[in-house]
């Protein structure tokens, strides 16, 4: 027999064992995952909301995006999926669950589109979180993502260029206009930094842009209006 296929044999043997011992789910319908399934069964992940922003300049986020800014050109924002349906679960299972396999697993999918539009930036840089929340969760979901999309883009991932500044009240119940309040100064960049000329921003959900906008606010006050600053995000909430 070909040892390839022997191999993947011998694969198929393990995961449905363990897939019979403890049944991987589909993240999206909590259906039962076939062996060759990962995270989400085939009916959701060819039903999957994809965005298509990596390849559109201009589009509904960047809009929002660049409303936010005070850049002198237009700058790039794209998502991989919009945040809707059973599909929210897999930004949370990242944020709440600790699923990091499949984070990652969504993360370079997300990096090997950015890569395949074309996208060039010097860095990726993920919104850091208060030590005191980093400490208490044990990870911040928006490095587990960046990570994955610098490694497809092959640039330095610079998980410590931004610090937040202060700690913020959580978002979430927060309206756009007070959310830029709270984040207003939230973040600075590191002392010692060396210069760059593009950063792009990564989190894991966008939904008003106050966030990602409070991370270019402090590069632009750090590197100068002159910097390009893009945004990544798993998912894009309308
Ligand atoms: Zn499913």
Not at 89 to 106: E, H
Not at 144 to 149: A, T
Not at 172 to 195: H, I
């Amino acid at each position: 027999m070909d040892p390839k296929l022997k191999r993947l044999n011998f694969k198929t043997l393990i995961l449905s064992t363990s897939d019979f011992l403890m049944p991987r789910v589909c993240l999206c319908c909590g259906r039962q995952l076939l062996p060759g399934e990962r995270h989400l069964c085939c009916v959701c992940l060819a039903d999957m909301p994809f965005t298509h922003y990596e390849g559109q300049v201009h589009n509904p986020m960047a809009n929002m995006f660049n409303s936010r800014v005070s850049s002198t050109g237009y700058e790039r924002a794209a998502a991989l999926f919009f945040y809707t349906g059973g599909y929210r679960k897999i930004t949370q299972a990242l944020k709440y669950g600790r699923n990091f396999r499949a984070g990652r697993w969504f993360a370079s999918l997300l990096g090997e589109k950015l890569a395949g539009a074309g996208w060039e930036v010097d860095v990726v840089c993920p919104v850091p979180l208060h030590w005191v929340r980093r400490f208490r969760r044990g990870y911040n979901q928006a490095e587990v993502i960046g990570r994955e999309v610098a490694r497809a883009l092959g640039v330095p991932f610079e998980p410590r260029l931004l610090q937040r500044a202060r700690r913020t009240a959580s978002q979430t119940r927060l309206s756009a206009e007070e959310r830029g309040r709270n984040l207003s100064g939230a973040f600075r960049v590191r002392k010692g930094s060396t210069d760059v000329k593009s950063v792009l921003i990564i989190d894991d959900v966008f939904t008003t842009g106050a966030t990602v906008a409070a991370c270019d606010a402090a590069l632009r006050e750090a590197f100068g209006p002159e910097i390009r600053v893009s945004v990544a995000t798993l998912a894009f909430a309308e």
